[in-house]
Antibody, heavy 120, light 109 residues
Framework: QVTLRESGPALVKPTQTLTLTCTFSGFSLSTSGMCVSWIRQPPGKALEWLALIDWDDDKYYSTSLKTRLTISKDTSKNQVVLTMTNMDPVDTATYYC????????????WGQGTLVTVSS | QSVLTQPPSVSAAPGQKVTISCSGSSSNIGNNYVSWYQQLPGTAPKLLIYENNKRPSGIPDRFSGSKSGTSATLGITGLQTGDEADYYCGTWDSSLRGVFGGGTKLTVL
């Protein structure tokens, strides 16, 4: 059974760095073809893809946010971490992590999401 | 503004059929698989369709997907009130970055 769960602060101040952790089970990120991605959704708005890390430690970032994002993995802990620097109120959103298999080319399992509010 | 274009809303009566379009370009839909997601109110998105027209286990055959050129379509037949949700299309660009549509709100009248 595949599960993912996001964790991190619910509230951050402007200019601070956000660190989110995705803890997953039911698959291994050392298995060929496995990837984990981060997606966010501001309240009442559409999904926005942020970043992806694959089994080979290749990393891909949103063009508009790449200077602020870092994605990393700890295979032994079944965790993927996303950091976003210089947070702003417009970054207020629910942040999701999701599994991607290169075979299916889709986000097949999602975490429940974690709401992050940026406010002083 | 989302990379892929979807209609903001669609509606139909229970039992009827509805289609949701998703328009992109040669750098995304034109050269990559399309997937579709259903997001019920207050919940995380759920995969409905992958690789343009395949359904994951447990997704009823009332849901279908197709792709032609730089556009894709989600079809839902036998509409039920429980289908009321936001629907998103997604794919990848030529640099392996994910892209989504702006979402379509389905109302079952």
């Amino acid at each position: 059974q595949v599960t993912l769960r996001e964790s991190g602060p619910a509230l951050v101040k402007p200019t601070q760095t956000l660190t989110l952790t995705c803890t997953f089970s039911g698959f291994s990120l050392s298995t060929s073809g496995m990837c984990v991605s981060w997606i966010r959704q501001p309240p009442g708005k559409a999904l926005e893809w942020l970043a992806l890390i694959d089994w080979d430690d290749d990393k891909y970032y949103s063009t508009s946010l790449k200077t602020r994002l870092t994605i990393s993995k700890d295979t032994s802990k079944n965790q993927v971490v996303l950091t976003m620097t210089n947070m702003d109120p417009v970054d207020t959103a629910t942040y999701y992590c999701a599994r991607v298999q290169t075979g299916g080319h889709a986000f097949d399992y999602w975490g429940q999401g974690t709401l992050v509010t940026v406010s002083s | 503004q989302s990379v892929l274009t979807q209609p903001p809303s669609v509606s139909a009566a229970p039992g009827q059929k509805v289609t949701i379009s998703c328009s992109g370009s040669s750098s995304n839909i034109g050269n990559n698989y399309v997937s579709w997601y259903q997001q019920l109110p207050g919940t995380a998105p759920k995969l409905l369709i992958y690789e343009n027209n395949k359904r994951p286990s447990g997704i009823p055959d009332r849901f279908s997907g197709s792709k032609s050129g730089t556009s894709a379509t989600l079809g839902i037949t036998g509409l039920q009130t429980g289908d009321e949700a936001d629907y998103y299309c997604g794919t990848w660009d030529s640099s392996l970055r994910g892209v989504f549509g702006g979402g379509t709100k389905l109302t079952v009248l």
